[in-house]
């Protein structure tokens, strides 16, 4: 059971999972989000950041700590944003086109429904015909696998200003939402040097503060111009730029996350192998992605945890996997006991 949003599955939806099987909000563990459940501490906030308009000063250094965490080449610009998917929402109407694009259909499928409400049409043929504009989205690690995606060839990687040859009419998307637990040399931002390519960046996630609404959006500076207009004026709030800020500086606490992220996701695994799931375990440091044995009998294991209350997310694509976050660190215990029972 996935909580549906106009067709498309996405975690959370924990409401819905108390009016089946009952309890309070309180008394349920929401596993099914892929959330850091350890979030950056968020220290006391100037009280401007609630009663005033978000100012330059506020914006610019956000952009500035993000510049330098993510390494961003200087050809590109960054823009933050009210949380990634009012970028996904955007994108397929602001890159060339509309035309034709690529994306996984067992991925996020937030992408597919913007394309197709921005007039794309999926690309089936065998080849792309060189005069249609070309759209391929691509998750970076992907939900639910975590397998990454190949990127192209950094060595023989084109010219900074590269418009034309391969990249003409063509728009490579990474959506790198859950690419912050893993190395930071594996993230494909230095793609960007090319206008061709386009990064989606989540703060929610890795942070765990997904109510703060930020995203980010890396690419060339006439698309980031026309994703600010398309936002309007202060679209991201004032403590979101601030809390923001404060984390993309504080390197100190993304290793330290990373390293007990690591940690814990095999924690997780262990538990719930030797509960019975395949070894073959899926997924990122944020959220593990198992298989059932048995067809369809994923549901059955949401709705055994269910009743412990433990929600979990399941796939219709795919009724053989089911994925879990990491609880929170009081949490481990009822979770041992649930699979037990």
Known sequence: MTEPSGGREHGGGL????????????????????????????????PYCWTALPDRAAHDRLVRAAREFWDV???AEILPTPGASALIARLPGLIPGPGEFVVDPHSYG????AFLASGWQPHVATQHDAGIPHAEVSVHPDNPTGIY??????ASFGPASCT???YEGFTAIYDESFADCVDPKDSLVWTTRSPAFVVVKSFGKF??????????????????????????????????????AAALEDRAWAEETRTRLVRDAARLDDLMCGAGMHREVLGTPLFR????????????????????????????HSPALLRLGL???????????ALAA
């Open 15 to 46: 409401d819905a999972a108390i009016d089946r099987w009952g309890g309070t909000r309180d008394a349920w563990i929401d596993l099914s989000t892929g959330i850091n459940p350890v979030p950056y501490p968020i220290s006391d906030l100037d």
């Open 73 to 75: 080449p200087s050809e």
């Open 110 to 113: 937030e992408w597919r429904a």
């Open 149 to 154: 995606a190949p990127g192209p060839d950094r």
């Open 164 to 166: 034309d040859g391969p």
């Open 207 to 244: 942070w765990g503060l997904a109510g703060l609404r930020l995203g980010f959006l890396i690419g060339s500076p006439g698309l980031v111009a026309r994703m600010a207009e398309a936002l309007g004026p202060w679209p991201v709030s004032g403590p979101a730029l601030a809390i923001g």
């Open 289 to 316: 992605t198992y298989t059932v044995p048995g067809f369809g009998a994923a549901a059955d294991w949401q709705e055994r945890l269910a009743r412990q209350r433990i929600w979990s997310r399941t796939f219709s």
């Open 327 to 337: 609880p929170d660190p009081d949490d481990w215990s009822r979770l041992e006991t």
